[in-house]
């Protein structure tokens, strides 16, 4: 079946702008996350959607990134004002959530460059 | 404060030999545990996984060993394959907190043919 789908999967941006980042979750996963991975860090969490809940938005390094998810599917994370930092991998996961596997299949990323 | 660590950045091993991965964490309220494999420019592939309540887990050729009371977990794979090689990640969460997961810096593992 179709996987976790990421658009665009390379976006170059001048510093300032806004950017929005799409993630189409596997058809019937509950739960959506957003990751990042910037140059020389691991991966970290950013944001997490589950069902109609409120999102946890715990992860999120500051008030310029955004995130919503239309319908309980598709996601689109916004990166307002963007700032060179900002540049990293932007990955998105989704999940089933119940039963016993809680495993989160991820998608190819989104590659954003500041300059 | 990194909660999980891969002390080992990489891991070189001959074909057909194991290769052992580890991972150690800090944090005592995670109950669930995973392994994932990155190649460059894709996004992570679940391995396998692995429960706080158990101390084993295995599929084919991967096995995950959890020590709870040392805080950590090691993924073995045998026989190591050339299709192997890739970076794998060690991580952690919390099922109550909505399974954020929480990842290891990585070991980049190169299988020598």
């Known amino acids: 079946g179709a996987g976790v789908s990421q658009s665009p999967s390379n976006k170059v941006t001048e510093k300032g702008k806004d950017v929005e980042l799409r993630c189409d979750p596997i058809?019937?996963?509950?739960?959506l996350y957003w990751y990042r991975q910037s140059l020389g860090q691991g991966l970290e969490f950013l944001i997490y959607?589950?069902?109609?809940?409120?999102?946890?938005k715990s992860g999120l390094p500051s008030d310029r990134f955004s995130a919503e998810r239309t319908g309980g599917s598709v996601s689109t994370l916004t990166i307002q004002r963007t700032q060179q930092e900002d540049s990293a991998v932007y990955l998105c996961a989704s999940s089933l959530v119940g039963g016993n596997s809680y495993e989160q299949y991820f998608g190819p990323g989104t590659r954003l460059t500041v300059t | 404060d990194q909660q999980v660590k891969q002390n080992s950045p990489s891991l070189s091993v001959q074909e057909g030999r194991i290769s052992i991965l580890n991972c150690d964490y800090t944090n005592s309220m995670f109950d669930y545990f995973l392994w994932y494999k990155k190649y460059p420019a894709e996004g992570p592939t679940f391995l396998i996984s692995?429960?706080?309540?158990?101390d084993k887990n295995e599929d084919g050729r991967f096995t995950v060993f959890l020590n709870k009371s040392a805080k950590h977990l090691s993924l073995h794979i045998v026989p190591s394959q050339p299709g192997d090689s890739a970076v794998y990640f060690c991580a952690a969460s919390i099922k109550a907190a909505g399974n954020k997961l929480t990842f290891g810096g990585g070991t980049r593992v190169l299988v020598k043919p």
């Open positions: 058809s019937g996963h509950t739960a």
């Open positions: 692995i429960s706080s309540i158990k």
């Open positions: 959607f589950q069902g109609n809940s409120a999102p946890d």
